[in-house]
């Protein structure tokens, strides 16, 4: 099963939140607060495909090198979503950088609520002073608040996070921060639980522990198969009962472990951007990895050295299908030119 380290660096995913016509509000989410304990299921956006973009691209692990301005330079690529561990000047230098390269960003969550359990044996708790962690997160990005789209949670269920707390944290930052989006990316065995790959034994998910989500996606790296892949969009869809928008996750690495050579990675990405173009739910793509991970661990060399042609793995025709099926995503939006 794929860990997407992009959030979990060292326990690391946490939560931004931004504000409406607001400023990053220093407020504190607390259970005891009352609050409307209606939402509504209007979300923030209208649908339609309209982001690209890609996971790592303030590198990996966290501290190494980014890739801000190359993928820039591609012009393909308008979201993408950060570590929330910067300090203070490092978060603002980041974000300054995106956005001269027109891209929006969405702050990883999980770790600032959550406990990160890499092996996944039990249900994990909330972490200790949580409170304290968001509202200096909420700190650290006061003044950014048009360049961060929202908030994002990586495999929530499948890292053993509890519904009654999924729930509560997600249905706070939704009150709290009304405009702004909460993403959360399943594994594909929250929904085939069935599957060979579900070493860890849990139950499929149920239909209400994304109800406080505005956007939902499934991640699954594997050969594109015309049955599996809608069919899990459809089980997606049916857990998601709130108007949620839906995002896709094309395979974009390769490594001895799962394989990923140019046509079957070429032709995950043309197969998932068709499945988006035909889903009106769908709001974006999000290619997993930017940045390479552990050769010898659930993923291996991603795009900069798939890109790159001085690299043994360089794949031009990879880079161009992404070159073309980026900019004819976020072209219409206006997004994705650098500035000068």
Not at 1 to 13: D, E, P, V, W
Not at 172 to 193: G, H, S, Y
Request: glycine share 8%; proline share 5%.
């Amino acid at each position: 099963m794929m860990t997407k380290t992009l959030i979990n660096y060292a326990a690391i995913s946490v939560v931004g939140s931004v504000f409406s016509a607001c400023n990053f509000n220093t407020s504190v989410l607390s259970a005891d607060v009352k609050t409307n304990p209606a939402i509504s299921e209007t979300v923030p956006e209208k649908p339609g495909l309209k982001y690209f973009g890609y996971y790592h691209v303030e590198g990996f692990p966290f501290g190494s090198p980014d890739y801000i301005e190359a993928i820039g330079a591609l012009s393909n690529s308008n979201v993408t979503i950060i570590s929330p561990w910067h300090e203070k000047k490092a978060m603002h230098r980041l974000l300054n950088r995106c956005r001269k390269n027109r891209i929006k960003v969405f702050v990883s969550a999980f770790s600032v609520f959550f406990v990160w359990n890499p092996d996944g044996g039990q249900p994990v708790s909330m972490t200790e002073n949580w409170e304290g962690k968001w509202q200096e997160l909420c700190q650290k990005l006061r003044g950014y608040e048009n360049d961060v789209i929202g908030f994002y949670f990586d495999e929530p269920f499948w890292n053993r996070v509890k519904e009654a707390d999924f729930r509560f944290v997600t249905k706070k930052i939704r009150e709290q921060f009304p405009e702004k989006r909460v993403l959360a990316v399943a594994a594909f065995t929250a929904l085939n639980p069935s599957s060979k790959f579900n070493t860890r034994g849990i139950p499929e998910i149920s239909e209400t522990y994304f109800d406080f989500v505005t956007d939902c996606g499934f991640d699954i790296y594997d050969t594109w198969d015309k049955a599996d892949y809608p069919g899990l969009l459809k089980k997606l869809k049916s857990k998601l009962n709130k108007n949620q928008n839906v995002w896709l996750v094309p395979w974009a690495f390769t490594c001895k472990n799962r394989g990923g050579s140019t046509k079957i990675l070429v032709g995950n990405l043309k197969k998932m951007h068709e499945m988006a173009l035909n889903e009106p739910r769908c709001l974006g793509l999000l290619c997993f990895s930017f940045a390479s991970g552990t050769e010898g661990g659930d993923w291996g060399n991603g795009c900069h050295n798939l890109f790159n042609p001085k690299h043994q793995l360089f794949a031009p025709q990879l880079k161009k299908a992404h070159i073309q099926i980026g900019r004819s995503i976020v072209n219409s939006e206006n997004t994705c030119k650098p500035q000068k």
